[in-house]
């Protein structure tokens, strides 16, 4: 049994002390700690996987209910308005969500900023809460008046009643000519239907929105009389003042003039009208 004094039995090596192992200066040593430290800072960065692509920008558009140009049925938009927007979306890149309403409503909701675009022709009103982005494409507007009257020219329709659209703005000379009596209504079809009765002598409107609207309400050609043409109309993309962004009217007007190079939008017209000739110009 060894005690603690004990001395190693003859020929047992002696055991040497182990020296000391040399020590980092203090500065160095700080130094040292810092660096490893950052890096163990960065590797949960380097390990974070690429951040995911900013997602496309979103505007709201507004159509007015029109016929040929806005419909709703059932819940689903169509029209050549509702066709524009959609193919105007896919082109830009830019998401564009569409809602329907009337016209006077559809205006309000561009100027609280309830709406960011409309496609329509231009109104006071309209030019006070939206500016423009890129012309559309161009249409005939006139007065259709029912059977029995002998339309002309404006003078023809003094003393009798046209049905317009409340807040539209169809021609100078006829907004100016005081001796034909004009009646507001909110919608098209409700023009149609008081002309087919004889409760208004005429309507006026786009030409195409016109007879498209009769043959949806099924009158009968026979309760229809002269169409007397007023002027070219220019469709336009207005873009409200509320929410106007630069950069994104920008994408769009270059979206729409490819449109029109490509014969986009005259194909769009054609394909609702049924009809090969175009019945707008650009």
Do not use: C
């Not at 055991?15 to 810092?34: E, G, I, V």
């Not at 140009?69 to 564009?96: H, K, T």
């Not at 023809?156 to 507001?184: E, F, M, P």
């Amino acid at each position: 049994m060894l005690y603690a004094d004990a001395t190693p039995a003859k020929g047992t090596p002696l055991m040497k002390p182990k020296p000391d192992l040399p020590t980092l200066p203090a500065a160095p040593r700080r130094r040292r700690l810092l660096l490893d430290g950052a890096l163990l800072l960065a590797v949960p960065a380097l390990a974070q996987p690429p951040s995911a692509p900013a997602a496309a920008p979103a505007l709201r558009a507004v159509t007015l209910t029109t016929p040929l140009f806005g419909m709703e049925e059932q819940g689903r938009a169509s029209g050549i308005f509702v066709d524009v927007m959609s193919e105007l979306a896919r082109e830009s890149g830019i998401r564009i969500s569409n809602m329907m309403a009337p016209k006077v409503r559809g205006q309000i909701m561009l100027e609280i900023g309830s709406a960011d675009l409309m496609i329509g022709f231009d109104n006071p009103d309209l030019s006070a809460h939206a500016r423009h982005v890129a012309p559309v494409a161009s249409f005939d507007v006139g007065i259709v008046a029912r059977a029995g009257v002998r339309l002309q020219s404006l003078s023809d329709l003094h003393g009798l009643t046209v049905g317009q659209l409340r807040g539209a703005d169809y021609s100078q000379a006829y907004a100016r000519d005081s001796a034909i009596l004009k009646y507001d209504t909110s919608t098209m079809s409700q023009i149609l239907q008081m002309l087919a009765l004889g409760r208004v002598d005429a309507a006026i409107g786009v030409r195409e929105s016109l007879y498209y609207g009769m043959k949806s309400e099924k009158i009968a050609p026979q309760r229809i009389g002269d169409f007397l043409p007023l002027e070219s109309r220019q469709a336009w993309l207005h873009y409200a003042n509320s929410t106007y962004n630069a950069a994104l009217a920008e994408r769009l007007a270059a979206a729409l003039q490819r449109m029109q190079a490509a014969g986009t939008i005259a194909a769009i017209i054609r394909r609702n009208t049924g009809d090969g000739a175009d019945t707008a110009r650009r």
